[in-house]
C-alpha cells in the first residue's frame, strides 16, 4: 500500500519555508500545518501580502548598503549625523544594534558579507569597490571597521586595513573582550587575551 503523504501544495509549501534561514524540515512543516489550521484568520493572506509589499517596496540603499525605500535611506537621507566617521559592517542587519545603542552616529557601508574562502566569496563578491569609491568621494576621517571576531571577519579586516592603508584616513576596530556582567571563569583565551590588550586606564 502506497504510503500517505501530504498534498503536493502543502509539500511545496514546506519546501519553501525550509529555505528560510534557521528554519529545518521539521519546524518547516510545524508552520505550514500551523498555517493551514488556522486559514480563517487570513493570516496566510496577510503574509502574503506584506512578502509582496516588501519585494515591490525595499531595496539596497546604493551608499550604504541598508533597507531603502523610494523615498530614500533613513541612514544617509537623515540630517546631523557625524559625516567624519564611517563604520563598515558585514549585513545591513549589524547596523540597527549599533544605531540602538545610540554609540555611534556616523554613517554605515554594508559590505554584504565577508571574506569566505570555504563558501567561495571572495573580496570581489562583497561591497567593497563602492567602499573605495565612497571614501574617494567624501572627506571621512575615520573608517571604523565593525566586524566580527572569527575567522572570517579577521580575514575580511585584515584585508580591508591593507586596501585602506593608502588613504589618508584613521582606520580602527571595535574593542573586544569581556561582555558586561560576564565572568572570567566564562570567558575563553582569545577572549581574555583580546580584553587584556585593549584595557584602558581608569
Excluded at 137 to 163: C, H, K, M, R
Aim: charged share 25%; hydrophobic share 40%; with cysteine.
Amino acid at each position: 500500500m502506497k504510503q500517505v503523504e501530504y498534498p503536493a501544495p502543502v509539500k511545496q509549501l514546506i519546501l519553501q519555508l525550509k529555505r528560510l534561514p534557521g528554519i529545518g524540515p521539521k519546524s518547516a512543516e510545524r508552520i505550514t500545518v500551523w498555517l493551514l489550521q488556522i486559514q480563517g484568520d487570513s493570516v496566510m493572506k496577510s503574509i502574503a501580502e506584506s512578502l509582496a509589499t516588501a519585494e515591490l517596496e525595499i531595496g539596497e540603499c546604493e551608499v550604504c548598503g541598508f533597507f531603502a525605500t523610494e523615498e530614500g535611506c533613513g541612514i544617509c537621507d537623515r540630517s546631523g549625523r557625524d559625516d567624519s566617521v564611517l563604520c563598515v559592517v558585514e549585513q545591513a542587519t549589524d547596523i540597527l544594534p549599533l544605531e540602538k545603542s545610540g554609540a555611534f552616529r556616523g554613517f554605515y557601508h554594508s559590505l554584504r558579507g565577508r571574506i569566505a574562502p570555504l563558501e567561495n566569496v571572495g573580496p570581489l563578491d562583497l561591497r567593497i569597490e563602492s567602499l573605495i569609491t565612497r571614501l574617494k568621494s567624501t572627506a571621512f576621517e575615520e573608517v571604523i571597521l565593525a566586524l566580527s571576531s572569527d575567522v572570517e571577519g579577521e580575514a575580511t579586516a585584515n584585508y580591508l586595513a591593507e586596501l585602506l592603508a593608502p588613504f589618508d584616513i584613521k582606520i580602527s576596530r571595535l574593542a573586544q573582550g569581556l561582555p558586561a556582567g560576564g565572568g572570567l571563569e566564562s570567558a575563553d583565551e582569545l577572549t581574555l587575551f583580546r580584553a587584556l590588550e585593549g584595557r584602558r586606564t581608569v
